[in-house]
């Protein structure tokens, strides 16, 4: 698989379960714009079997590298951003995982049972990053013990290895100089952002400001019934110059902390 092929088979997987985003294209082509991808996003665990080191390799094989890493004390996590080595226009990919050791007892033999009872072959398949869910995820007694200790670990079990967000790139935008103004349009047109921290995370001063919508709610036929679960969300990214002239190309700890609650089902409300 190249390196189209697999952004596009993200975005499919993606765009699936979140109907939002090809409707919030639809807006945006319609006034005249092309849409960009800033980055795409992806979660998992750090068990070694599925930790961001096994992850990454179907993107370093397109062509990928590590360029950066993030630590997020409160939701317990660590990532890495990569870019690609000669395409400039590639979207960046951001991969997080859950820091299980630092989670209760409780949550840590959940994940690990999850994954034990999993055909061991799952661990080694070249496109794991795109296999979605291949434990058994219907259980909402399951979902709701996660959902108590962190949203993370709850949006994992239910929608596994898939991008959790494609990102608008700002700065490519004709009608939109600031991401004030690209907000104000989306929420003209019936939107409802993150305003986790503001509906704006991250300042020109940190050369990167980040805004997203809400997930989708998207229907999860559990054991004990149907129910609508958030799943996945459409952010936007305008970045600044640095001193040297050039675009930041990284990310602010302080504001993709907040970007990851649009998940989150308590903004639902």
Known sequence: MDKNQLLSKLWEQYA???PSAKKIHTLLE??????????IAIRTFNDKRVNI????KIFV????????????ESKKLFAKHYE???????PRIFISELELEKCSESLQ???KKL??????NEFNHPELALNSTFWKSDSQAIYKSLLEESEYA???YIYGFRANHFTINVNALKHFEKLEELNEFLEENGWKLNASGGKIKGTPEQFLEQSSTLADLYTITFEEGSFEIPSCYYEFALRYAMPDGNLYQGFVASSADKIFESTDVKLQN
């Open 61 to 72: 094989n397109v062509g990928y590298e590590a360029r950066g890493e993030y630590v997020f």
């Open 84 to 90: 690609h080595t000669t395409d400039k226009d590639a």
């Open 30 to 39: 319609n006034k005249g714009e092309t849409i960009q991808n800033d980055h």
């Open 154 to 156: 709850a949006w994992m």
């Open 109 to 111: 033999n959940t994940v």
């Open 16 to 18: 699936d379960i979140t």
């Open 53 to 56: 080191d096994v992850l990454e």
């Open 115 to 120: 994954l034990d009872d999993c055909d061991p």
